[in-house]
Structures are given as C-alpha cells and as structure tokens.
C-alpha cells in the first residue's frame, strides 16, 4: 500500500527556517514527480512546487525565492526547505507523489 509521510513542521519565529520531508513507503519513488502544497485556514490549497522524477524543479513564482525543493531517491524522500519564514506562510502543507497520492500534512505555524 502506497503510504506519505509528512513531517518537519512546527512553530517558528518570523524569519525562521524549516525543512520538511516527505517519505514514501511501498511506492516506486525514484519514478514519479513529488509536489508541495499548503493550506492556510479558510483558504484553497496552494501550489508550492513540484520536483519531477529527474530533479528539475518548477516553483510558484511568490515562493521560489524562500522555498527550495529536492529529492534523495534513495530515502525515498522529498524535502522542503523554508527560509525567511513568515506568519503568512502558516498553513498545512502537504506533499503529494505522481497524480493522486497525497501524505496526511504537516502543521507549520509562524508566529511571536
């Protein structure tokens, strides 16, 4: 059974850092594109980026400057890496593999 894992997130301080991971179990993960995603109480699910299964990767153009994507196909893992973090960057973020495997989320909230 194909089976994401979040995790990473947490509370942090304006202009914090934060890495995510993503880990894929029972998947062939080295195949398949890995996306991020966020959302933010009350609002859709955003796009953040995605990283294809070669490692290129394309980026929401608001976040690219912050966010950075990357992969390690040998841990089976995505990861993203935060910095500059604001309150605005609260939300829940997701990874999703291929099409339609999503992870559970993971929580990340930026505040004093």
């Known amino acids: 059974q194909v089976q994401l894992v979040e995790s990473g997130g947490g509370l942090v301080q304006p202009g914090g850092s934060l890495r995510l991971s993503c880990v894929a179990s029972g998947y062939m993960f080295n195949k398949y594109s890995v996306g991020w995603y966020r959302q933010a109480p009350g609002k859709e699910r955003e796009w953040i980026g995605t990283?294809?299964?070669?490692?290129?990767?394309n980026y929401a153009d608001s976040l690219k400057d912050r966010f950075t994507i990357s992969r390690d196909n040998v841990k089976s893992a995505a990861f993203l890496q935060m910095n500059d973090l604001k309150p605005e960057d609260t939300a829940v973020y997701f990874c999703?593999?291929?099409?339609?495997?999503w992870g559970q989320g993971t929580q990340v909230t930026v505040s004093t």
């Open positions: 990283i294809s299964a070669f490692g290129t990767t």
């Open positions: 999703k593999m291929g099409g339609s495997v």
